[in-house]
């Protein structure tokens, strides 16, 4: 056996940390989406968002309670699916998540503007891709 | 044929290693007198312990823990050893499955930003479901997140456990910071380092030049002979190439190198069922041939490389016969076939023992056969003292020699909880059980 230079040619290697952020914020379930959305305003970071999100679940509190992140989040999809959905723009739908992840950035940014907080246009993204689900979630919670 | 070698650089990690002082420190002062569950040492398994218990509504629960800091030693040793990276894959990590926690690999992908070409190599790896390592930062960072999420440093505290007292009414836990009674105790306490025979040297002491691996390697220490075939004694080796010192490393039977310390289908419930499924004298022989010493493949270019280049002498195939005074106040090492091996100082890296309870707990509740606790598979409990449970490398003829690992402390510590949460709940002692939460699945 001797020692080789092979590598395994593994894929995405180099995109930014927001495409790989966002596409793990595309598997979250509904719940922790419109928490992580409610709680987007506080923290600046996508990637903070989450793992916010994460030791709220398990709290019930953070700097503020699991309701009112679940709430302040709907309220803040349902503005934003509002404007997205009068704005009548679809992006391709992909298998790709990284393609998905793009297009959905890329419409929740010409529909809503560069929002200040890249943590909000993140989580917004990844409920205008999940869209279906994320409006039965406002209709039944 | 072409096969494929992990490449050297994945041993390094460029951060060094994170800040979770905070929330990794224990408590101190004198732990509650009474708790639904004690858990003796505060380490990964019992990270994972603590973890489980709380999904299971458990929160009563006393973690007694020596070093003040969870996870205290093991990061101690990696420390010592200048450790960057784990060869456990990302899927082996503390915490809970089965309630959507934030695993290791995501926690990772979140951090993508801190990471280099060569770790977002390794993640994409385990995200292909291959073998991957891990860097310590990333893993130390996430063991906080754990600890902070299930609050494991509040329920912690500072104690070195003296003895485990099973009585009528409760198991008391008897430590220098006082004692707890607990309705479960769970020995979570880890392995200790292997002392070398005492026939290597006279009296009952090692030279003071002869230190284990988990000790800094004495300074000044110009040629330093390294003992063991282990990834302590190739970190403790590559160590000391790197301070400019010669090696004579000193293998009793041969080098090995390879991904993991045992065979990975192990981890899988196929490998365990090994253990469960077969006689004991088969597992106690399944065991011995495959929990031997070896080296990540990643080691294997540098110490060829210090080998022909004369700086790192191997003596392979020999074992010690004595380790004693030199002739210019050094060390001579005596091996089996005569040879006297000269070095300033030692570093024996002979591997880990694991922890049975022998010392702790009576006798006739550990009950050894062949140096092995006597525990039931399903609750990993001690068949002679049901409220007694046992996870780490100790539970290695119930879940093989995958036990001692991160992931076989998941696998016991979910066996474990599942017991104490039903039995706590059949007692009547609804108040243990703040919330009967089940794992959730998709």
New interface residues.
């Given amino acids: 056996?001797t020692?080789?230079?092979?590598?395994?040619d593994?894929?995405?290697?180099?995109?930014e940390?927001d495409s790989?952020?966002g596409v793990?914020l595309l598997g979250l379930?509904s719940e922790r989406l419109l928490m992580g959305l409610g709680l987007a305003v506080m923290t600046a970071a996508p990637?903070d968002v989450?793992?916010l999100t994460?030791?709220l679940?398990?709290?019930g509190r953070v700097t503020i309670s699991a309701e009112d992140a679940r709430a302040r989040g709907k309220q803040a999809w349902r503005a934003a699916y509002k404007l997205l959905v009068a704005a009548g723009r679809g992006e391709r739908r992909s298998g790709s998540p990284r393609e998905a992840w793009a297009g959905a950035v890329a419409t929740v940014s010409a529909v809503l503007g560069s929002p200040a907080d890249p943590a909000s246009c993140a989580y917004v993204a990844a409920c205008w891709y999940r869209r279906e689900e994320m409006v039965r979630s406002l209709d039944v919670q | 044929v072409?096969?494929?070698?992990p490449?050297p650089d994945t041993l390094l990690s460029p951060r060094g290693r994170s800040d979770t002082a905070a929330v990794m420190a224990t408590r101190r002062g004198r732990p509650p007198a009474e708790a639904a569950v004690v858990i003796v040492g505060g380490g990964l398994a019992a990270l994972s312990l603590t973890s489980a218990l709380?999904h299971h509504g458990v929160r009563d629960v006393v973690c007694l823990e020596r070093t003040g800091r969870i996870g205290g030693q093991f990061f101690s040793r990696v420390d010592t050893l200048k450790q960057a990276v784990l060869r456990s894959p990302y899927d082996h990590h503390p915490g809970v499955e089965g309630f959507?926690?934030?695993e290791l690999l995501?926690?990772a992908?979140?951090?993508?930003?801190s990471l280099t070409?060569g770790e977002?190599?390794e993640v994409?790896?385990a995200q292909?479901g291959?073998r991957s390592v891990v860097p310590l930062d990333i893993f130390e960072d996430f063991c906080g997140?754990v600890a902070?999420?299930?609050?494991v440093s509040d329920r912690t505290w500072t104690a070195t456990v003296q003895a485990i007292m099973p009585e009528r009414a409760g198991v008391l836990v008897e430590s220098d910071a006082g004692t707890v009674a607990g309705r479960h105790v769970v020995l979570c306490a880890g392995e200790t380092v292997r002392p070398a025979p005492s026939a290597w040297w006279s009296g009952d002491t090692p030279p003071p030049q002869v230190v284990y691996w988990d000790s800094p390697v004495p300074p000044g220490a110009g040629t330093l002979a390294v003992i063991g075939a282990g990834l302590s004694a190739a970190h403790v080796i590559v160590n000391a190439l790197h301070a400019g010192r010669f090696v004579r490393w000193i293998v009793r039977g041969r080098e090995r190198f390879q991904c993991a310390d045992v065979n990975a289908s192990f981890f899988r419930a196929e490998g365990r069922a090994r253990f469960t499924g077969t006689a004991w004298a088969e597992r106690l022989a399944l065991y011995r041939s495959e929990r031997t010493a070896s080296i990540m493949f990643e080691f294997?270019?540098a110490l060829?490389e210090a080998e022909e280049s004369g700086i790192l002498v191997v003596s392979r195939g020999r074992d010690i016969r004595r380790i004693g005074k030199g002739p210019r106040d050094d060390l001579a090492i005596e091996l089996s076939d005569g040879e006297i091996v000269a070095a300033d100082a030692a570093v024996l890296a002979l591997g880990t023992v694991p922890i049975t309870g022998a010392g702790l707990l009576p006798e006739a509740v550990v009950n050894l056969q062949d140096g092995w606790p006597d525990l039931e598979a399903s609750s990993l409990a001690f068949r002679r003292e049901p409220r007694v449970h046992l996870v780490g490398a100790g539970a290695s003829m119930v879940l093989g020699p995958a036990a001692r690992n991160i992931d076989g402390h998941r696998v016991g510590t979910a066996r474990v909880a599942a017991t104490i949460a039903r039995s706590l709940a059949a007692s009547g002692r609804v108040d243990d059980v703040a919330v009967a939460e089940r794992p959730r699945r998709?």
């Fill in positions: 056996l020692v080789s230079e092979v590598f395994m593994l894929p995405y290697l180099d995109v940390a790989e952020v793990l379930d990637e989450a793992l994460d030791k679940t398990h709290h | 072409v096969r494929f070698i490449h709380w959507r926690d934030c995501d926690f992908r979140l951090k993508w930003a070409a977002r190599c994409r790896m292909a291959h997140h902070a999420v299930h609050g294997r270019p060829q998709g």
